[in-house]
């Protein structure tokens, strides 16, 4: 009977001795509580974090601003096209007005 007590209290040991070895010492344990926010500043952070609601606006923000601009810049994409078209207008006028200058010179 002694023996099997003996062999039970060695067994308990060695699985004590084992645990020990994985477990954080004091010190270790300080440095991690050193390291973690109180109560406190993690209900600071809290307050200043957006909400689903907050981010959902803000989507919808972006949204209608992200359709004005692509409205504007259509705009001012038909703008271009039409001054364009304007450009080829005035450089057609040129050249007819200087067909026409030529001819002029060549009666006198």
């Known amino acids: 009977m002694d023996d099997k007590v003996y062999d039970l209290l060695e067994k308990l040991y060695t699985e004590v001795q084992d645990i020990k070895a994985t477990m954080a010492t004091k010190e270790e344990l300080q440095e991690v509580k050193e390291t973690m926010a109180t109560k406190e500043e993690l209900q ?20 209608l601003v992200n359709k004005d601009v692509k409205a504007e810049i259509q ?14 207008f005035i450089e057609q006028m040129t050249y007819k007005q200087g067909y026409d200058l030529a001819n002029l010179k060549a009666v006198k």
Request: proline residues 0%; negative net charge; without cysteine.
């Open 44 to 63: 600071e952070v809290k307050a200043t974090m957006a909400t689903k609601e907050d981010i959902k606006w803000l989507e919808e923000q972006l949204e």
């Open 75 to 88: 705009m001012v994409y038909d703008e271009v096209i039409n001054l364009k078209e304007d450009f080829r």
